[in-house]
């Protein structure tokens, strides 16, 4: 991987500044709502139905993400998809780059993932590193039959070879435009902004 | 930078609950198929071993290789008449040999702060456990393991809760490291000992003492036993074994008088029949086997924290302190998720 | 041999001087407003330096024979003449023991030869320093050296009736016994002093009392047998009271104590840096208030360097590992200027007291610890009290570096010093 990386042009997290009236609102709480229906209506007929499906989010956002489709899912189903966490920060490439962090929860369901459908659950796709890093984190976990990639938004500006299967809402943005996803179970609301 | 973790002391609560949570994260990784994580791939680990302790070698040698680092074993443990010089020597060639980070055990107090400041290397100084003085890390185990029984929620901790060190105080690395980080911690802590075995001003730590066990027992949440040797006897330190036992072993008869969800500690090796019993030692209170299980999550924590970036991010030794992004970030800011 | 003109110098610190040196003798000392031509003789600007007998160490630790890469008679006392002393009693603990007329004349002979200051060798009270059998304390009273100081320090005489009879017998040609007080028993594999720093690092303690218990107990013993005493390195409050209730009952006992215990603390240990490992222990903030108050009331009669140089090696090592001792002659009097005459406890002249006159006295020496007025020894030494500098440990004249000063700034500066009207510094620097 080479080591010159836009993530280091990014800024830090600066989610405290990014209150409900700053930016412009993309996604509204009913959008957001909408458009996890959606995703989870596709991911089951994308897998015909929900056998064998594991969806593992991203802390933190992408793992409530995880649960609210897991729960659309049950709702049109009547079946529950177990649901699980996976923390990438050890996998990332930019490990070195910063001072060493906190870790995020790892949760693998009692099922483990071996010979699963493994969604994965993440909030915004951006350069697409996340992703590899966690796709070398499920390595170290188990053999899926196949990985899938749901995202809430994707803003464009890929550094690797990633798309996603299933998108909530595809964003075009600037590099130096910055997307926030807030969602009520983290942050009090529902909502996508831009700014 | 140097980072080192050379005292309990250095550790402010929230560098403590960090590795706490670090290890917490890092403990289920024994239940995977594949125990090892990339975190420290190309980082060069020594485990500088001045006495022997094959326990505590084992555990951080395990820390570091599911970590990915190099792990090199180093003991120099032999001639006492060049013992002034081979501390010094070693460090050189260590960084000659570019160690990141060096894990080391020590029979003289102190000796990990001469690795640290004598400015003889630039690795990371990690205090495995020197002289009569510390031992951070089993402290910190320690820690971890009370967590788990007592405050399992998170965001509980050992606030309040009452932890007993029973035995040897005054020879005690693993009691001092304890009272510190204890303290730190929130819990309070109760040193129990006959008064030859409590080290003198001890009155100005920040724990109480007391000579009756029996009196403790039933009003503490841990009871952590102590080795003691039975060299001590002959430097009157106490009369005999028998008697040594009888007012400061655990036995099933004191157990019974532990309060239902108490745990019982010890940092081993144990002797069995001397300050512990076999069958205290193997009830169901016991978390003894359980402390060495969480002695490589909370190793690897540390590892990962003082390696794992550019910087520490904890604040031990001379660091200053870093703000670390925690898993309670308030929002994703520009989609950095994907970062 | 050249005559020199201390013009303007302030004797003990008092009105200005001139003082002729001739001969190796104070030729006059005169008011500078009936200053003459002097004629032939090389005149040195005194003008605001204090003048001090030459100083007198009752504790110094030269090394040789056995430990010549730690210091040399050469090098200790180049040393000594830079910390403005003209005379140094050389400690017993030398390889061979000084415990013999053959080695003691070997030391006292290397001290003339380096000619930087006299030597005056201190012999063992026990044969080999073991504390078993009197080393031959006559044979050594008798030879050339002409030993009056008997000491076993670095260990202590702790067998009581040996102590007694070594007390004793040094009674026949007016000697006496320094004691190294230090209980051996509550002081084995001690490494620091015990308070509530030494069990918090982890370091063996070392009680006050296995000081104290000796000291009280050999003050007994002198006033018993009508001897002299003399106790080294006093280090706590609890030595010095009972030296003061010892002094009340007018008993023959003296004492020292080291500039380091009159300025450093046991806090220092928590470095673990082995620089500041030293036997007696530093010890805490009140102790050393206490040795200021003993040394200031007479309590404490002199100040003894316990010159102690050790290799880098012994030094750059783990505490426990690392030898004890510190270097101290080059910064005797600057240390002393620091904590007892610039916080007003003692003048010049009681400096002059405690650190020429009477430890010249104790060790039976003539010609030095002398006034200086006409026709007395010309041991001299010009001091810039107003002076500061900060301690560099690569530049002591000491073959060693083991200063706990580095980096420190302290007052004064040795100018110059005259043995026996020659000088051996001059402008700061050795001659
Ligand atoms: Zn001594």
Redesign the pocket.
Known sequence: MPPTQPELAEQPDTGSETGPDTGRTVLDARDLSRALTRISHEILERNRGSRDLVLLGIPTRGVHLAHRIAAKISEVEGIDVPVGSLDVTMYRDDLRMRPARALLPTEIPPGGIDDKTVVLVDDVLYSGRTIRAALDAMNDIGRPRAVRLAVLVDRGHRDLPIRADFVGKNLPTSTAESVAVRLEEHDGEDSVTIR | MKKHLLSAADLTRDDAELILETAEELRSLADRPIKKLPALRGRTIVNLFFEDSTRTRISFEAAAKRLSADVINFSAKGSSLSKGESLKDTALTLEAMGADAVVVRHWASGAPHNLANAGWSRSSVINAGDGTHEHPTQALLDAFTMTRHLAPEKGQGLDGRRVAIVGDVLHSRVARSNALLLHTLGAEVTLVAPPTLLPYGVDSWNVQTSYDLDAVLPKTDVVMMLRVQRERMNASYFPSVREYSRRYGLDARRMATLQDHAIVMHPGPMIRGMEITADVADSERSVIVEQVTNGVAVRMAVLYLLLGGAEPAITTGDTVPEPVEGSTGPTTGDGENDA | MTDYLLTGARILGGEPSDILIADGRIASVTDVSTRSNAGDVETIDATGLIALPGLVDL?THLREPGREDAETVETGTRAAAMGGFTAVHA?ANTEPVADTAGVVEQVWRLGREAGYCDVFPVGAVTVGLAGERLAELGAMADSAARVRVF?D??KCVSDPVLMRRALEYVKAFDGVIAQ?P?EPRLTEEAQMNEGELSGRLGLRGWPAVAEEAIIARDCLLAAHVGSRLHV??VSTAGSVEILRWARTKGWNVTAEVCPHHLLLTDELAATYDPIYKV??PLRTQADVEAVRAGLADGTLDIVAT?HAPHPHEDKDCEWQAAAFGMLGLETALSIVQHTMVDTGLIDWAGVAERMSAVPARIGRLEGHGRPIAEGEPANVVLYDAAATRTIEASEMASLSRNTPYAGMELPGRVVATFLRGKPTVLDGKLT
Do not use: K, R, T, V
């Open positions: 504790h400690m000491s320090d670095g190294h230090q080294c390195h036997n007696p316990d």
